[in-house]
């Protein structure tokens, strides 16, 4: 079975996302949106960490440490698209794990592994290019996340196809050659029969996948059910009795 992942893209210090209308259920605040998604029983989250216009500004790591501190269940971020990221900052301040690009050189992510530990980090790699798996399972990658080349307006199933291919071709045992090795996908979810493909199909190393902009757009016919149809009548600090992390 599958973990889902749900995504939260933040920028300037708010979600961001790309339909041009979103319902209303969707909340800007992160922290809000993130006690939402803890509601509705995820068990992780992701949040994308995506650059300012202005490099000078980093206004995502208060709102991302915010959320660290306010719901009880492991929070990744994922800056793969932001190079300037203060990434030992977050690992430092309650991060569960990072995830980081190839701008991270494997000799630089062996430090970070080397400081942190195996389980913090987690490398993004293109499904197109399978041979970084073997190049940073060396630098003690056991995580890592793949970029499929699924096409958002795939009709035929073909671009379902190319992400499976994809994925056969990275998680193939011969290039973590006997080392530890996990993998989670990106992109090729857009409804349910595409997430039925991958679990039906997918090679038993991949655990979880990371889904965002298609669960916003409720592309899912279980999502009729769920409780942020009707946001006025839940309570975002009941998600848990468990004690919350301690925001020092």
Request: hydrophobic share 40%; aromatic share 6%; proline share 8%.
């Amino acid at each position: 079975m599958l973990l889902i992942i749900p995504a939260l893209s933040i920028r300037g210090g708010r979600c961001t996302y790309t339909v041009d209308q979103p319902p209303p259920h969707l909340l800007a605040d992160p922290v809000q949106m993130a006690k939402l998604w803890r509601v509705q029983n995820a068990k992780t989250l992701v949040l994308v960490d995506l650059p300012s216009e202005r490099a000078s500004e980093r206004p995502n790591a208060a709102a991302i440490l915010e959320v660290c501190a306010s719901v009880d269940i492991p929070i990744q971020v994922d800056c793969s698209s932001s190079p300037d990221a203060d990434v030992r900052r977050y690992l430092d301040c309650g991060v569960y794990r990072l995830i980081v690009g190839t701008d991270v050189s494997p000799k630089v992510f062996a430090d970070l592994v080397e400081s942190f530990g195996r389980s913090r980090l987690a490398l993004c790699i293109p499904g197109r290019e399978p041979d970084l798996v073997s190049l940073y399972a060396d630098s003690g990658c056991c995580r890592f996340v793949v970029d499929t080349d699924a096409s958002n307006d795939d009709t035929d199933g073909t671009g379902t196809h190319r992400a499976l291919e994809q994925l056969r071709q990275v998680t193939d045992p011969d290039r973590l050659a006997g080392r530890p090795g996990r993998f989670t996908a990106r992109g090729p979810v857009r409804d349910y029969p595409t997430l039925k493909a991958l679990a039906d199909q997918a090679p038993r190393c991949l655990d979880s996948v990371i889904i965002g902009q298609p669960l916003y757009m409720q592309a899912f016919p279980c999502q009729a059910t769920w409780c942020w149809n009707q946001l006025s009548r839940v309570d975002l600090d009941c998600f848990s009795t468990a004690t919350l992390n301690d925001p020092a």
